[in-house]
Every structure is written in C-alpha cells, then in structure tokens.
C-alpha cells in the first residue's frame, strides 16, 4: 500500500526560548492562525466519534508493520486519514487518560492520580457538555472508569461500597443523553461472565462460569439486559450503531465516545478470531484475535456510516489509553512497543506513546503522518476549534493544543507546545526532540534523544538542554498543583 506521507517536523529553536507558555499555564487561542478553508468552515457540523482501545500497544497495529496481527480497518483509517507518529497518552494507566480526553486537561488538576483513584469533577467542563451548545446529541459506550455508577449495589471495582460513595460520578451527570458502560474492565469476550483463570486477571474472589461481579449501566439504577454475549467489542458497537442511527434520524449532529476494553485482561475470544492465527500460541490467538475482533467492528461503523450517507462529514479518531500491560510478552500480555522502553504503568515513551489515527474525509486528504508529539489533552480543545467554541470562557488551564494549523499548509510553520506527564512519584515532559525523566518526583532528571526508538536507552551530558525542560516542567507542575488545590473553580 503506498500512501502520501507530509512529514512535519519544525526547529527547536522556538522551544528552547523560555518565553514559551506551557499550555498547562494558560491555554492560548489559536484561532488566528487559520485563513478561511474548508477546515474552518462549520456551516456544516461534522458528527464526532472518539474510539478508545484498553492496553494497546503502540505496536499493535497492521499499518505499523505488525508481524502477525491483522488489523485491516485500522489500517485503511490510516492510509484514508492522519497518523499521528507520537501520540501520547495523557498517562501510563487507564482513568488519567480518559479524563484527559473529556476535558482536555491533566488528570492530577482534578485529582485522577491512577485508576480507580479519585473521579470526575461535577464541576468539570466535559467534551459532552462542549457539544452540547451546538446542538448534538451525546453518547458514551464501553469502558468508563472515572468514578462510579451505582451506590446502591455492589458493582466492579468501587461500586455500592459505602467508602465510595463521594465517587459516585456516571457519564449521565456529565453531558451524555445516552449511556452503555461500565464502570471498569470485563471479560473481552462474554463481559459478564467470568473465564477461566488462563485469562489474566481475573481474581481470587470470582468463579470461572459465574457472573463477573459488573453490569452495563444505561441510566441511574438502569442496567443492561439481553445480548450481552459474545465478543465484547460487538455488544459495544451494537449500542452505538443503535444511537447513531436513531441520532441522523432526527436530524442531529452528534457525539459517540466508544472505549473498548479489548485488549485489557481478561483477554479471550471466539474461535472464529483464534482460527486467523491458528499457527501461533493459544494466548496469541486470544490476544490477537480479540483485537481483530475489535477491528472488525471497527469495519463494521465505518460502513455503517457510508451506508448511511454521513462518512465523509465524520470525524473518527482512534487511539488507546496507555501502554501494553505486563512487565514483558509473555502470556495474555502479548502486546508490543515496538522497541520503545517501557509499558502499562511506566512513564518511558513505552508506555505512554500509543497509536494515534485521525479520518474526516470531507475535510482532510489522506496518507498524512504527523511527527510532531500530540496527545490525548488535544481532542478538547481541537473539538472547541472546529466548532469554534471559545473556552476561555471556562477560566481554567487547559493543556491540551488545536491541531488544526498542522493540517493546514500553515502548519509547517507552527509548533506544539510541550506534554507534562505525572504519575505517582513518575514525572516528566516531552517536547520536539528532547524528553525528561524523573523516577524520585522531580528531585532528579534524565535527559533522552526520543526522535530515535531506542532514544530512552542513555542519558544525554546536555546541561543546558536539560535545565531548559526542567524549568518548563516546574512551571507545569506548578499550575496542576494550584489546580489540584481547587484554584480552578
């Protein structure tokens, strides 16, 4: 497959002044930058769908060449859209991501230090609620795990545990109209019932064959029933065809966040996915096969778009949350970085550099990579752009940057601000060329090259390089701290 590459790759030079915001200090307008074009023109309001995947690699994908995994889908949105070559998650685990995404901001501002560590905000602006001003109906389907969603039983990881209850925080109290989730993981094939312990991570306390001890929430105290078997990723993507369509036949623009837990343990799948790598091991056949399942349903709204009629005026992003799971590959864990140091849980590019696909064929060409480091943090304010949203309004830090101006010719003359990283007693900042790293909560700095792979594996002697980034990064962490503190509302 050939594909037409626009490889944008700008000079340090702008970074390396310390005049430079932090866009976790003050969000700056980019609006300026754009001349009337078909990007900016929203007469038209495109429908959104955001797809999230749970612990996939940055090297689990076909189009990333892949020794065995098959990915087709993914891989025509790649050749049909833009790869962002370094997507970043907005951390190396599960709920700091997810909440970066709905409010294009750092997680730790208000308070998601780790999974099932805090919860959303009420008074959080969430992209949901971004929409909503211009009229589109809002949906979420899949994996939630940013607060709970039931006090009234016992359910998942926190739910209906009196302790919890100040984290009870469901997407139906933050600007979704139609809701399918859950409140954290479940089995990537029949959800509800709990496998066999060769699938990983399925604790002590549950019963191979009996329930998974989690429900499918669709409103308060509203749980799912009926086709609830078979592969995950499918009972998923039944809800959202189901929204969308009943969505386009009112008429209205709308907004579909669809995370899957695929390929999140406990991993498994049907024998019609393990028969397409019957060569190989029987976890590799679960773990490969459960993405190719998601990767055909994937196919499957990506048709149902074009049957439809509204594919071209369709934004449809993918990525995953965070890093491969496992300290190596070996058993279910069989995800891959490609080279890159690290995975779930760690800060090195390993596991927070994940797969980054953008499709909106009515405004964008295809066969477009971008290497400049972009992140989760972006959809909201991106969103906010095309729709021309001003969010300044919100009076807060937001640290997340348009990307519009890179699909624009002007694009080759703009660079994206610095991505600050904290996690636990991991911080660091990633910028053009130039990576810190701390283990010990920023007493102490390792400087990489990460425009190479391996970039991560020796330190640089580069003094000046290093202080440089370690003033940005105290000027970031200082503005999440004051967040955190409740400075922002």
């Not at 080279?339 to 405004?363: M, Q």
Request: aromatic letters at 12%; one cysteine or more.
């Amino acid at each position: 497959m050939k594909w037409k590459y626009r490889s944008i790759y700008l000079g340090l030079s702008v970074f390396l002044s310390l005049n430079y915001q932090c866009f976790a200090n003050k969000f700056i307008d980019n609006t300026s930058l754009l001349s009337p074009s078909k990007l900016a023109d929203t007469t038209l309001l495109p429908n959104i769908i955001l797809i999230m995947s749970d612990d996939q690699g940055w090297g689990d994908v076909g189009y990333q060449g892949h020794p065995y995994l098959k990915t087709p889908n993914l891989d025509k949105m790649a050749a049909n859209g833009v790869v962002f070559s370094r997507f970043y998650a907005g951390s190396a685990v599960c709920s700091p991501t997810r909440g970066s995404v709905l409010t294009g901001r750092h997680p730790m501002r208000y308070g998601i230090c780790y999974a099932n560590c805090g919860h959303l905000n009420r008074e959080e602006v969430t992209i949901a609620e971004l929409v909503k001003e211009k009229g589109y109906a809002t949906g979420h389907f899949g994996k939630w795990h940013l607060g709970t969603l039931t006090r009234d039983e016992i359910d998942a990881n926190r739910g209906g545990r009196p302790e919890n209850d100040e984290h009870f925080s469901p997407p139906w109290l933050h600007g979704y109209d139609t809701c399918f989730v859950t409140e954290s993981k479940v089995p990537t094939w029949n959800p509800m019932i709990t496998p066999s312990a060769s699938a990983g991570d399925v604790g002590s306390r549950l019963t191979e064959g009996q329930p998974f001890g989690t429900a499918y929430w669709t409103g308060p105290g509203q749980k799912a029933e009926g086709n609830l078997e078979g592969d995950d990723s499918r009972v998923i993507m039944d809800r959202t065809i189901e929204f969308i369509g009943n969505s386009i036949n009112v008429q209205s623009p709308f907004l579909a966040v669809v995370w899957f837990h695929t390929p999140h343990l406990p991993v498994l799948t049907g024998e019609k996915y393990r028969s397409i790598y019957s060569d190989l091991s029987e976890d590799q056949q679960h773990y490969y096969g459960s993405i190719t399942a998601m990767d055909e349903q994937i196919g499957r709204l990506r048709d149902y778009l074009k049957s439809r009629g509204i594919s071209d005026n369709t934004i449809i992003s993918f990525t995953s949350d965070n890093g491969p799971e496992g300290k190596s590959v070996s058993g279910r864990t069989q995800g891959i970085t490609n080279g890159l140091r690290g995975r779930k849980r760690s800060l090195y590019e390993g596991g927070i550099r994940v797969p980054g696909i953008l499709e909106w064929p009515n405004k964008i060409d295809g066969g477009i990579t971008i290497d400049q480091p972009c992140s989760t943090s972006d959809y909201f304010v991106t969103i906010a752009h095309i729709l021309d949203i001003d969010i300044e309004k919100y009076q807060r830090p937001f640290d997340g940057q348009t990307w519009l101006p890179f699909l624009e010719e002007s694009g080759q003359e703009y660079v994206k601000g610095p991505i600050y990283f904290w996690l636990r007693d991991q911080v660091a900042i990633v910028d053009q060329r130039y990576k810190i790293y701390s283990e010990d909560g920023g007493q102490s700095f390792k400087l990489y090259d990460i425009t190479d792979l391996d970039g991560e594996e020796d330190e640089l002697n580069l003094d000046i390089e290093k202080q440089n980034r370690i003033l940005k990064w105290k000027a970031c962490h200082q503005s999440v701290l004051n967040s955190s503190q409740g400075g922002d509302y």
